[in-house]
């Protein structure tokens, strides 16, 4: 099965439109850079500098690490359906791992902090469903669409 590569492009709008829901006010240097290398990068778009392999996945992932006005290690994931076509992008909140248990007294206020992440998160992928970007909900909407259509037949 042959994969869809990846548009530039996309990726750079994709990465546009998290810089402005996650920096609503500025956006630091470290996550502007981030765009700007793969504006700039020759080559294959994920083998840019600023897109870093996921070497644990198993499927090709790729991440950027660009935070949000709260949270430093917020990332956006480039990576394979189940159906393995074409790449799609995902918010990684990247804070569930690090979580406190219930009885710290740090707990509260990290579960605000995810409560925040995961509606940056979901404010970014609706906005790049709007936009017309491929995404994981969006993914999984046009599959049951086709299972549902595949049963009807």
């Known amino acids: ?5 990846i548009r530039r492009e996309d990726v ?5 439109i998290y810089l402005q829901i996650a920096y609503p ?3 630091p240097l470290r996550a502007h850079d981030q765009l700007q290398i793969i504006q700039t990068s020759q080559g294959e778009c994920l ?5 870093v392999r996921d070497t644990k996945a198993t499927s090709p ?3 950027i690490r660009l935070g949000n006005q709260s949270y ?15 790449y799609l992008f995902r918010v990684d909140t990247h804070d569930r791992h690090c979580c406190p248990g219930p009885t710290s007294p740090e707990y509260g206020a990290f579960r605000q902090l995810m409560e925040k992440n995961q509606q940056v998160a979901d404010d970014v992928e609706a906005a790049w469903e709007s936009a017309g970007l491929p995404t994981f909900k969006s993914f999984l909407r046009e599959d049951l669409a086709r299972r549902r259509a595949a049963m009807q037949r």
């Open 72 to 86: 430093p290690h917020m990332k956006i994931a480039v990576e394979l359906p189940p159906n393995g076509q074409q």
């Open 12 to 16: 750079c709008r994709a990465v546009d």
């Open 25 to 27: 006010n500025s956006v």
């Open 47 to 51: 083998q840019c500098g600023a897109l």
């Open 61 to 63: 992932r790729y991440n």
């Open 1 to 5: 099965m042959t994969v869809d590569p």
